[in-house]
């Protein structure tokens, strides 16, 4: 393996979901640089479609309130569904089995629904990120080539934000207000919320971070054919 591959496979295996930050704010400049990678990622017909909206200070507080208001009020808007009862049991038992490293690890119990139910109200407040990045894309068609597009972009601005020294977590909780979002940004009802990614600097000490929770064999993803 030559250094360039190399580095590379450290940043993508060193890359996790945090869920604990330091309340220090990243340099300008330094997010400037993510996106200027993230600008570079692959889509249909180089449409590049996303829509980035990067919120931070006191509208980032301002969104976090909002956000617990409409959980609150029972407000949820979706865009786009969510439905983990849909998935087979062989996605499902994945699921569960993340969910209970996550739960595991800041010690709250399968049958303690309040601290789970406070564990993930802490997506509301960006799991303590100074910055949050909104990713809104137009509604065409069935929106899959386009949302394809979108993961393509998330997965470049989070590995750019690791090369950085810097970390992030994917949330598709965010876009289950996706109102309550485009009222606060004053963004278009024809632009369409698929997740948010709350960055910053991770809190390395956090219990919340300290969990791995692996990956299945290639084999059982990969066909060769030929
Ligand atoms: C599109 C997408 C949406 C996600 N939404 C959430 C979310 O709303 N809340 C959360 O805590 N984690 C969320 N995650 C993080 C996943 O749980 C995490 O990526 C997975 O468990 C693998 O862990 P890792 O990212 O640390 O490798 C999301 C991940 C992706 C890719």
């Known amino acids: ?41 692959p889509s ?3 449409t590049q479609p996303w829509q980035v909206h990067v919120v931070s200070g006191a509208k980032r507080d301002e969104l ?15 865009d786009y569904y969510f439905d983990m009862t849909e998935y087979p049991e062989i996605y499902a038992e994945r699921a ?4 209970k490293a996550r739960y595991d690890a800041i010690h709250v119990t399968r049958e303690d629904k309040e601290g789970r139910a406070k564990a993930m109200r802490q997506n509301l ?32 601005f989070l590995l750019s934000l690791t090369a950085h020294g810097l970390a992030g977590i994917p949330q598709t909780l965010l876009g289950m207000y996706a109102d309550t979002v485009r009222e606060v940004l004053g963004i278009d009802l024809d632009m369409k919320m698929l997740l948010g990614i ?29």
Not at 65 to 73: P, T, V
Not at 137 to 152: Q, Y
Not at 209 to 220: A, E, F, M, Y
């Open 1 to 41: 393996m030559n250094t360039s591959s190399h580095h590379f496979s450290h940043v993508v295996r060193h890359r996790r979901s945090m869920r604990e930050f330091l309340p220090q704010a990243i340099p300008s400049e330094l997010i400037q640089a993510v996106l200027e990678d993230a600008q570079q990622a």
């Open 44 to 46: 249909n017909c180089n």
């Open 96 to 99: 569960r089995s993340s969910a």
């Open 125 to 156: 407040n960006f799991f303590g990120a100074p910055h949050v990045a909104l990713l809104f894309m137009p509604a065409l068609g069935d929106s899959v080539r386009v949302a394809s597009d979108l993961g393509m972009y998330g997965q470049t």
């Open 198 to 226: 709350s960055f910053g600097y991770a809190d390395r000490a956090a219990a919340a971070n300290d969990i791995t929770v692996g990956r299945i064999p290639v084999s059982q993803s990969v066909t060769f054919h030929g």
């Open 64 to 78: 976090a309130m909002a956000l617990s208001a409409a959980d609150d009020a029972g407000r949820f808007t979706p």
